[in-house]
């Protein structure tokens, strides 16, 4: 297996991963009592066992607005990169569809849609570049700088939850093109999508142009 197909093999397993269990938990929030609190830590924790898992892999990107901030700063080549693109989108789709099976559509399946998704656009994609701003920043620091050793993954982890956190009520924080794309596919509403490409594609892009220009030289 060539290394772009293996890597994107690993980003596919690991987007799977990321979609299977966050948007489960968010399916199933109101079922179990658990809400937002339980909905960041399966984000966070599943997102740091990816790191842990596959990261040695593939950089454990899991998410096409990390993948779009690398390639802006030159960590990772367009044709790579699209490569991952792919293979997060079909990861968070298998995902969506098994979730679908299991739990029914009736849940919502996680959809990554807050108060103001429906309400102000503009204050939707603000809130989710802000919050992938946090993301890739983070995943600069840590990953690319390296300068948090073997803590990577915990970092990274627990940016997301505490992203989820915060603007779980308000935007789904989503952060990831990939994890709103599965539930909003399956359950036949892809009217939202777009400003969760617009937001965390310019929140991640400004974050890794930002850490690459300044914090890396």
Not at 52 to 67: F, K, L, R
Not at 199 to 208: E, F, R, S, T
């Amino acid at each position: 297996m060539n290394n772009n197909l293996k890597s994107a093999f690993a980003e596919l397993i690991g987007t799977f991963t990321l979609v299977f269990i966050g948007a489960g938990a968010g399916a199933l929030a109101g079922s179990n009592g658990g809400g937002i609190v339980a909905v960041a830590l399966a984000h966070g924790v599943a997102l740091m066992v990816i790191v842990y898992v596959w990261g040695g892999i593939s950089g454990a990107h899991v998410n096409p607005a990390v993948t779009f901030g690398l390639a802006l700063a030159g960590k990772i080549d367009w044709g790579k990169a699209v490569w991952y693109w792919i293979a997060q989108f079909v990861g968070a789709a298998i995902a969506a569809y098994l979730l679908a099976y299991l739990v029914g559509t009736g849940t919502g399946l996680g959809a990554t849609t807050g108060s103001l998704t429906t309400s102000d656009p503009v204050k939707t994609i603000v809130v989710e570049a802000v919050l992938t701003f946090f993301l890739v920043t983070a995943v600069f620091g840590s990953a690319v700088a390296g300068r948090n050793g073997n803590a990577v993954g915990i970092t990274i982890g627990f940016v997301l939850t505490m992203d989820i956190l915060m603007g779980g009520a308000l935007t789904g924080a989503s952060m990831n093109p990939a994890r709103t794309f599965g539930p909003a596919l399956v359950t036949g509403n892809l009217s939202y999508l777009w400003m969760y490409l617009v937001g965390p594609l310019v929140g991640g892009g400004v974050a890794g142009l930002l850490y690459d220009r300044v914090f890396l030289k």
